[in-house]
């Protein structure tokens, strides 16, 4: 277990300058269009994919890999083309979201809570304070986060937002931070206390602020080396400014919840298409066939193609629920009512469910039609499972399918939260 200011970074980078001080990041380039997004995420990630086995293995944090994601423009591309972003759609992102995590899986997760605070802030944050933070992402900084905390029921243990005549403070601890460790600000989720209600705010952050403590404790056996540490927050003074509306956020029809859930819907898929390329080369040219088979070569085993067959028209369909998703949530953002959100949580609940399964699948499969030789080490073929089995456990699909059946066979809309 390692605080962040104890992690040893590459000598000629200047990572924790960087993270100390989030106004000196280094330039970013600004994406103009879908086009170009596309563009860059494919060429970053045949970067990425080159020390993917490697990083996994030795748990090497990618610090150089993130730096380049930042300086691509990429983080940016969401902020709207109003504030000088590329403002592309949800069918833009999923695709840069699973070209990325196809070539690593671990390094896909890192962005998706900095696209879903962006989210948060375009739905619930004052104009002031999205021209404030789209121009620092657009000028390189990361958001990463602070959502989750180990069940606490009493508010006075939860991670809270406190006013005093001095000032406003954010303390608490917050665990399975994805990306805080990168971050120039970690939106934090807290609980205020306002008049008789208790409710629920997004508070931004700066990593620099006296008081962040972050320790890189993750040790789950997958998502190995994606900074998704532990949060401490020791009395850390906030602006006003900072702290955008959450709770509001749901109490009418947004697009938050489907618009999070469908990155990590692309994220699932974008692991099972990584594994499926992986899976091609191994039986071709390494696999042998069944003896039964009668066949020569592994990918002429009659059962072995039907299999592999499977694999992939479940992540293509996974796709095309996807995409189909997208549609809707780039419509319900355009006009969001109850019905249009309702359809794009929908939607995307069928994408997660059947990207989740398909994901898992292919990093099964992998195995059971390479064979053995491709369980050795040095190969890092476990990788695919080991991630997608961590990552698809973040939201609950047997309520995905529960959501679907009411929508469908009642016409009950779906709860509005962030998980849905």
Not at 97 to 115: K, T, W
Not at 117 to 144: H, I, P
Not at 239 to 244: A, E, K
Request: net charge neutral.
């Amino acid at each position: 277990m390692t605080r962040y200011e104890d992690v040893a970074l590459p000598q000629d980078t200047d990572i924790l300058a960087v993270a100390a001080a989030p106004a000196a990041a280094p330039p970013a380039a600004v994406i103009t269009d879908a086009a170009q997004a596309l563009q860059v995420a494919r060429q970053l990630a045949e970067t990425l994919a080159v020390e993917a086995v490697r990083r996994d293995r030795e748990r090497i944090l990618p610090w150089r890999e993130v730096e380049a994601f930042s300086r691509s423009g990429l983080w940016g591309i969401t902020v709207p083309k109003a504030y000088g972003g590329a403002g592309v759609s949800a069918a833009v992102l999923a695709q840069v979201v699973a070209l990325i995590a196809a070539a690593d899986g671990n390094f896909g997760h890192i962005p998706q809570n900095h696209f879903y605070a962006l989210e948060v802030l375009r739905v619930g944050g004052s104009a002031e304070q999205q021209a404030f933070f789209y121009d620092r992402v657009l000028r390189g900084e990361r958001l990463g986060n602070a959502l989750a905390e180990i069940g606490h029921k009493d508010f006075k243990r939860r991670t809270r937002l406190v006013r005093e005549r001095d000032g406003w403070y954010v303390e608490g601890s917050k665990f399975y931070c994805t990306g805080a460790i990168f971050a120039h600000w970690i939106p934090t989720l807290v609980t205020a206390q306002d008049a008789d209600a208790q409710r629920q705010y997004l508070v931004f952050v700066p990593r620099a602020a006296a008081g962040v403590e972050i320790t890189d404790d993750w040790d789950g056996f997958g998502q190995r080396v994606t900074g998704s540490g532990s949060v401490r927050l020791n009395r850390v003074r906030v602006d006003p400014g900072w702290v955008v509306p959450f709770q509001t956020s749901f109490e009418t029809p947004t697009t938050i919840g489907p618009f999070a859930q469908i990155i990590h819907a692309a994220l699932d898929a974008g692991i099972g298409h990584g594994a499926l390329a992986a899976t091609l080369p191994f039986v071709r040219e390494q696999a042998r066939p069944w003896i039964d088979a009668g066949v020569e070569r592994a990918s002429d085993d009659p059962l072995l193609l039907q299999q592999l067959g499977n694999v992939h028209v479940r992540l293509r369909a996974a796709d095309a629920l996807i995409a189909r998703a997208a549609r809707l949530v780039d419509a319900a953002q355009a006009a969001p009512d109850e019905a249009s959100v309702a359809r794009a949580s929908i939607a995307v609940a069928q994408a997660k469910a059947l990207s989740t399964s398909a994901s898992l699948l292919a990093g099964s499969k992998l195995f059971e039609l390479a064979g053995t030789g491709a369980t050795l080490d040095d190969l890092g073929l476990d990788r695919f499972w080991r991630n997608a089995r961590v990552h698809t456990l973040h939201d609950p699909v047997r309520w995905k399918y529960h959501a679907i059946g009411n929508y469908a066979l009642n016409g009950i809309y779906p709860p509005r939260h962030g998980a849905l």
